[in-house]
């Protein structure tokens, strides 16, 4: 799992080739960190197939308000410099996030 920030969000996301999952999530975000071991888990299920990151938006505030992450916890799908798909607060559920990760990692 990668971990973000200002100074390597545009290489490692928006640069990168093929699709590139991130988890946003803050330091106070209790359900980013109930979430956080199952997303590094997938992160290791689909190693190869889909590239993890992840952005601590504590730290990146205005990286994340750039990218119109304005609750959290977010988990989205980047390709080619553009999110194309994202779960958001209540929808960022364990079944949702591994469809999502299912449906790009083919």
């Given at each position: 799992?990668?971990e ?8 490692e996301v ?11 999530f803050?330091d106070?975000c ?9 997303v590094?888990?997938?992160?290791d299920?689909?190693?190869g197939k ?8 504590t730290?990146?505030?205005r ?5 119109k ?6 988990m ?5 410099g ?12 364990e079944?949702n996030?591994r469809?999502?990760?299912?449906k790009y990692?083919s």
């Amino acid at each position: 799992m990668l971990e973000l920030d200002k100074t390597n969000f545009e290489a490692e996301v928006l640069q990168a080739e093929g699709y590139v999952f991130v988890d946003f999530f803050g330091d106070g975000c209790e359900p980013c960190k109930a979430l956080m071991p199952f997303v590094h888990a997938l992160a290791d299920e689909f190693e190869g197939k889909l590239k993890f990151c992840q952005l601590n938006t504590t730290k990146a505030r205005r990286l994340a308000i750039a990218q119109k992450v304005l609750g959290l916890p977010v988990m989205a799908i980047y390709k080619g410099g553009e999110k194309v798909e994202e779960l958001v607060k209540d929808d960022a559920t364990e079944e949702n996030i591994r469809k999502l990760v299912e449906k790009y990692a083919s």
